[in-house]
């Protein structure tokens, strides 16, 4: 028993004591982003940037971040990333032509997080002054971005003074849209290539391919989905058996719901099946510190 449990005491200290002993490494990075949706170009990479005539409005299509990453041994390493996109989407400047002719377009703003395993081809994690490899990485993340939001507002027609018609029938009354915007938040998978070069032993320099395929359709604000649509109703006219407004009992809120419904699918565009991409080109530079790794057996 006792050889068992010193056995375990080394086993917990050697594991402590090789935590302790990772590099670490902080950076940056930036670079250019875009979205691969149902509105605007299809390009995977280096999609043609917005008009910059209205840089102050639509901004530029860029991704900006910080990093974390633990160095396990030569050649793996997790990593964390935290950052921020704005992407563009314009119909006007994709190849197909049902698209241009659509002529719809718009920008998001994209905050995100993910954990990411590295793979490197050459060991770069060594102490070394310097060394070029190359290497593959995949991961989950998660991020939060902008969303269309509707209120439809159903109100009976009202006269020339403002006060409201009494109905006629289940269907005399009229709907308006107003819009506002809010959050979302969905997950998403990155993986890519990237290049590595460390110099004067503690510095690195990076580019990097990354691809993110979202589990979401609302990137390019090509859908609504139904908590992003509520009724309100007029109450100048009330069901005396409720106490509330008239269009909230049958049949008029029967057609309002149909209208709902109708509402959201004239607001969606392309195929709902598919999913929106967003990918990234970037460069880098990060510096490792701490103790060296430990990598014995």
């Known amino acids: ?11 917990a200290f050697v594991s402590i004591t090789s935590f302790k002993a990772q590099r670490h490494e902080i950076g940056v990075k930036a670079g250019m982003t875009n979205l691969v949706g149902d509105i605007g170009q299809t390009e ?17 299509p860029a991704y900006i971040g910080g990093l ?14 935290v950052g921020y996109s704005h992407v563009q989407f314009d119909d006007r400047m994709a190849k197909e032509e049902y698209r241009r002719n659509r002529k719809m377009w718009g920008t998001n703003n994209i905050l995100s997080a993910s954990a ?5 081809f050459l060991p770069v994690n060594n102490e070394q002054k310097g060394m070029l490899s190359p290497y593959i990485f995949a991961g989950i993340g998660g991020m ?5 939001q509707a209120t439809l507002n159903h109100d009976f027609k009202r006269d020339t003074d403002g006060a409201a018609l009494a109905p006629q029938n289940e ?74 407004s008239l269009l909230m009992s049958s049949p008029y809120f029967n057609v309002s719901k149909e209208r709902e419904q109708y509402f959201i699918n004239e607001r969606t565009v392309g195929d709902t099946r598919s999913k929106d991409w967003i990918n990234s080109v970037t460069v880098g530079l990060s510096y490792s510190f701490g103790r060296p790794p430990c990598y014995c057996d």
């Open 1 to 11: 028993m006792n050889k068992k449990l010193l056995y375990s005491l080394m086993t």
């Open 44 to 60: 995977f990479i280096l999609q043609q940037p917005m008009s910059l005539s209205n840089l102050s409005e639509n901004g530029l």
């Open 68 to 81: 974390y990453r633990m160095n396990f041994n030569p050649y793996q390493t997790l990593r964390f990333d």
């Open 116 to 120: 990411i395993f590295e793979y490197n």
């Open 144 to 148: 939060v971005f902008d969303v269309t």
């Open 171 to 244: 269907i005399d009354f009229v709907t308006t849209a107003t819009y506002s915007t809010g959050k979302r938040a969905t997950m998403y998978i990155p993986f890519g290539v990237g290049l590595k070069y460390k110099f004067n032993n503690n510095w690195m320099l990076f580019g990097e391919l990354m691809f993110s395929p979202t589990l979401s359709d609302q990137l390019d604000y090509s859908k609504l989905i139904e908590k992003d649509v509520k009724s309100s109703f007029n109450s100048d006219i009330l069901d005396p058996t409720t106490g509330r």
